[in-house]
């Protein structure tokens, strides 16, 4: 089989390699959680972080990067939950990479800041390949989209730390089998934690809120022991 190899593809990998490695580095030093946000366009990524904002706020101090190809809708959304939100426009780029994060960075006070959730553009396909130095990768699976995704964008289910199938209110009423949908992504992620939500109802949001809990006091202790 013909192989063609596409270096400069390759490059743009490996630049935002480095670039990702220092904002780790940066967000490791301020002892921050953070949390690199995927989905297809629409499946809830905003709708979840309002909800999961609602929640914690009170106890954990909560940054949010909004990335979109246009529009600062979702940041503005989430400023209104009470937290920092910088919007990134990619201007048609279909992906957030680490020097957007950095620049991002730039326009946040990180002082009081336990997690910083970055919402990457809506796509399953360029997301799953940026590293942006985050700490986990979560991905949201809306149930409307039925339980083919995972055989059609393996890699994204393959990266991904959690996978919330969001909707589930809406089961009865869709093509997407629950068992199928555990199935498939057990065989390309078997480390995989799968949880079920509604954001419109809150159905589901315990496990989650308590995974982020956990991990953020986590990395607070990481940063108690370096100072
Ligand atoms: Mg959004
Ligand atoms: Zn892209």
Redesign the pocket.
């Known amino acids: 089989m013909a192989q063609i190899n596409v270096p400069v593809v390759r490059n743009i990998l490996q630049a935002n390699e480095r670039l990702a490695a220092e904002n780790r580095r940066k967000f490791d030093d301020a002892g921050i959680f953070v949390i690199n946000l995927m989905s297809s366009?629409g499946a809830g990524?905003?709708?979840l972080?309002e909800k999961t904002i609602e929640a914690l706020s009170g106890r954990i101090g909560i940054a949010v990067i909004?990335g979109?190809i246009q529009s600062s809708?979702?940041a503005e959304?989430i400023q209104k939950k009470g937290v920092q939100a910088v919007q990134i426009n990619t201007d048609g780029g279909c992906h957030l990479d680490g020097n957007m994060i950095q620049i991002a960075l730039d326009a946040l006070d990180l002082a009081n800041v336990d997690l910083l959730i970055i919402?990457n553009v809506?796509n399953l396909v360029c997301p799953a390949e940026f590293n942006l130095g985050e700490h986990e990768k979560i991905m949201i699976l809306s149930v409307t989209e039925g339980d083919d995704k995972p055989l059609k964008y393996p890699l994204m289910f393959q990266i991904c730390s959690v996978l919330l199938v969001n909707k589930i209110d809406l089961l009865p009423y869709v093509d997407c089998d629950m068992a199928k949908v555990r199935e498939r992504i057990g065989q390309l992620n078997a480390k995989g934690r799968i949880l079920e939500v509604s954001c419109k109802t809150g159905e589901g949001f315990a496990p989650w809120l308590s995974w982020i809990e956990e991990k953020v006091a986590g990395h607070k202790k990481l940063r108690a022991g370096k100072h």
């Open positions: 366009p990524k905003t709708s972080l909004e979109d809708y979702d959304r919402e809506g």
